[in-house]
């Protein structure tokens, strides 16, 4: 918990730069305006927002939030040093930085001599040189500067005194904010600590004025001291290629780092960045760092699905903190446990990162997961013993035959109300055909499909097309039933996967099927198992229709209800 008095950690947000050069992932401008307005409302100070002048789409993400500024945040042009043996003022892709219009803006430089003479092919002296006079050009124009030292510590463990001397060239040309890069991602823990420490140390001497390193050339425009920011502040920015880029951030705030960059989610080029939906709550909930407020932390699960759903990927249900799975308890033991008190199978309570506890109900359930799922679903079990231990065996038969009722939440929703013998019968389906048309040369295939239901005792014969069986039994089972619940036209079914779980009996095999369906508010998730897959994504898709069905008269009633 922070208080008044916890220290401040600087969020600095690269999603929008770093995050987008993971392998698949591409946004939109309209996509990057919405993920940086979300950033804003999560309260992360800094939004780097990308490479003016690099592509079109940066370009004009920089104009649009000119024209509708974000609330707090401040948004970050990021740029390189100019290039080799010219000047910073005449360099065109300074000027575009200029034009994006930020008040910061971070240039990133080479640490490490192996890049200076393999990667740039220059001397030593000149790379000093480009990081200078592109920092001091920049600060004649009114930009603070954050300053990456790309490939810092592997430049530092190969030559340390020529990677520090980078560090004083970017402070003597006013650079605010030291940030040391793990580029490559091999940096341990145990390293990352040491070496921050003594970057700490040896610019700390910059206030004496006394760097160890010899005779440094004074800068036409020396670092001015902001009482917000120190100079020189040191700040972290890790990748996850070792599976250390949170532990590494970590290791380096509690060595002195005073800023932390990351992306949401981890998204990042190679294995990703350090994920801030990990670091947020572990600097502040257990380090009492002081990152956002607490209201803005109980926002942290949305933001994270909300940014997974804008970038078109899905969202990681077993991730830390934020993910679906974070907080899921499924063994019997664990769910009696952690009913009497959470602490004994939850390192924090859910809700302070936005997230929300769930009991998993599978064949390894005992009857609390039983009682737990069922309150979740407003059915009351405790004083009905035996009904939940019939429940329980008939979830325990059903998953033995291949159904996962884990994933399929809805599916066991209608189990518990069926056997409580209270199944609302909102259609009956009497039968389906499905004809498949595949003509040779042509790249997709027709299918029709016809289905029988009964409604309140009148049978309905309809028919549909669709691109594949499946999409033709939906699309058919729709159609007979928007005339009785009007409400099916919001239902989408949003995913779709199917499973093979006997594959050594070949085309035989046993097939399982879940289908996810959503109205626009919820999602809920249906299964279907059988050797014929067609039946299988049925059993699936009728759930999934009834269940929508269920949540919508649910709703009415509690309306009812409270007029």
């Known amino acids: 918990m922070t208080t008044n008095s916890s220290p401040q950690l600087w969020l600095y947000d690269t999603t929008l730069r770093d995050g987008t050069q993971r392998e698949g992932l591409s946004v939109s401008i309209e996509d990057k305006l919405r993920i940086a307005k979300r950033l804003d409302q999560l309260g992360v100070p800094f939004i780097e927002g990308g490479w003016p002048g690099a592509n079109p789409k940066d370009v004009q993400f920089f104009w649009q939030l000119q024209e509708d500024p974000l609330k707090q945040a401040e948004v970050v042009a990021f740029c390189s040093t100019r290039r080799p043996n010219s000047t910073a003022a005449t360099e065109p892709m300074l000027q575009d930085i200029l034009a994006a219009g930020t008040r910061w803006v971070t240039i990133f430089g080479k640490s490490w001599d192996l890049h200076v003479t393999t990667s740039l092919k220059t001397t030593l002296e000149e790379n000093l040189a480009m990081i200078r006079d592109t920092i001091e050009y920049l600060r004649s124009q009114g930009r603070r500067i954050i300053y990456d030292a790309e490939h810092w510590f592997d430049g530092y463990k190969h030559n340390p005194d020529y990677a520090l001397q980078t560090l004083e060239a970017a402070i003597a040309s006013g650079a605010e904010w030291l940030v040391l890069c793990d580029t490559n991602g091999g ?259 027709n299918a029709l499909a016809t289905v029988k239901i009964a409604v309140d005792g009148k049978n309905i014969l309809e028919a549909a097309e669709g691109n594949g069986p499946v999409a033709a039994l939906d699309a058919a089972l729709r159609k007979a039933l928007v005339n009785f619940y009007p409400q099916i036209a919001t239902f989408d079914l949003t995913d779709y996967k199917v499973r093979i779980l006997n594959g050594h009996t070949g085309t035989a095999a046993k097939t399982r099927v879940l289908v996810e369906s959503g109205n626009g508010r919820q999602r809920w998730t ?17 759930e999934g229709l009834e269940y929508g069905l269920l949540l919508h008269s649910q709703a009415e009633a509690a309306v009812k209800a409270s007029s």
Not at 339 to 367: A, D
Not at 527 to 540: F, H, K, P, R
Request: hydrophobic share 40%.
């Open 187 to 445: 940096t341990l823990p145990h390293e990352v600590s040491q070496i921050v420490q003594d970057v700490v140390q040896v610019t700390g001497k910059l206030r004496t004025g006394d760097w160890g390193l010899g005779s440094r050339k004074e800068s036409s425009q020396s670092p001015i001291p902001n009482p917000q920011f120190p100079i020189p502040q040191i700040g972290i920015h890790t990748h996850n290629d070792s599976e250390m880029a949170v532990a590494n951030a970590i290791a380096a705030v509690m060595a002195g780092a005073k800023m932390v960059q990351g992306t949401i989610n981890g998204y990042g080029e190679r294995c990703g960045n350090a994920n801030l939906c990990s670091l947020i709550p572990n600097l502040q909930l257990k380090l009492g760092y002081s990152c956002i407020t607490e209201d803005q932390l109980t926002q942290l699960t949305e933001a994270s699905r909300f940014v997974s759903e804008v970038v078109n990927l899905a969202p990681d249900e077993h991730a830390p903190f934020v993910g679906l799975s974070a907080f899921a308890h499924k063994g019997g033991i664990h769910v009696s446990a952690v009913e009497r008190n959470p602490l004994t199978y939850e390192h924090i309570q859910p809700e302070q990162v936005g997230n929300h506890r769930r009991i998993v109900i599978s064949e390894q359930s005992g009857l609390s997961n039983v009682l737990a799922k069922a309150r979740s679903f407003g059915i009351n079990l405790d004083q009905l013993k035996a009904e939940a231990k019939q429940i329980l065996q008939r979830l325990k038969d059903l998953e033995s035959e291949g159904f996962q009722f884990e994933a399929a939440e809805a599916s066991f929703a209608l189990l518990m109300h069926e056997a409580l013998g209270g199944r609302q019968k909102f259609f009956e389906v009497k039968g389906f055909q499905v004809h498949c048309d595949l003509i040779e040369g042509k790249e997709t295939s």
């Open 526 to 542: 249906t299964v279907g198992v059988s050797t014929n897959i067609l039946e299988a994504s049925y059993q699936a898709v009728v």
